[in-house]
Nanobody, 125 residues
Framework: QAQLVESGGGSVQAGGSLRLSCAGS????????MGWFRQGPGKEREGVAT???????NYADSVKGRFTVSTDNAKTTLYLQMNSLEPEDTATYYC???????????????????WGRGTQVIVSS
């Protein structure tokens, strides 16, 4: 059973930065599309960023230029570096794995079979 565990959430003022981490089984980062999603209060879950085993990344328009998704060299941890945070970024952030594809990751929630429990990010103005 694949397990994903997020950490690094917290409270920050607008303009600040946070780095989220997702610890998981190493084989996932070598074989699956990995993604970060978020769900704000009263909102649907939405894709934020994805990365495939080749390192190719994809970002939602709302976070381009501010967020960076990456893995460590050992490919055991997934990161989301979030800079210039805005109150609209307030949400619970989830790490997820899509075992059905290794390239051309998509933001479809239904494609991602494995999910962490989430870590909360609060950005105050």
């Amino acid at each position: 059973q694949a397990q994903l565990v997020e950490s690094g959430g917290g409270s920050v003022q607008a303009g600040g930065s946070l780095r989220l981490s997702c610890a998981g089984s190493g084989y996932m980062y070598n074989s699956y599309c990995m993604g970060w999603f978020r769900q704000g209060p009263g909102k649907e879950r939405e894709g934020v960023a994805t990365i495939d085993p080749t390192g190719s990344t994809n970002y939602a328009d709302s976070v381009k230029g501010r967020f960076t998704v990456s893995t460590d060299n050992a490919k055991t941890t997934l990161y989301l570096q979030m800079n210039s945070l805005e109150p609209e970024d307030t949400a619970t952030y989830y790490c997820a794995a899509d075992p059905s594809r290794v390239r051309y990751c998509r933001f479809r929630v239904a494609d991602f079979a494995y999910w962490g429990r989430g870590t909360q990010v609060i950005v105050s103005s």
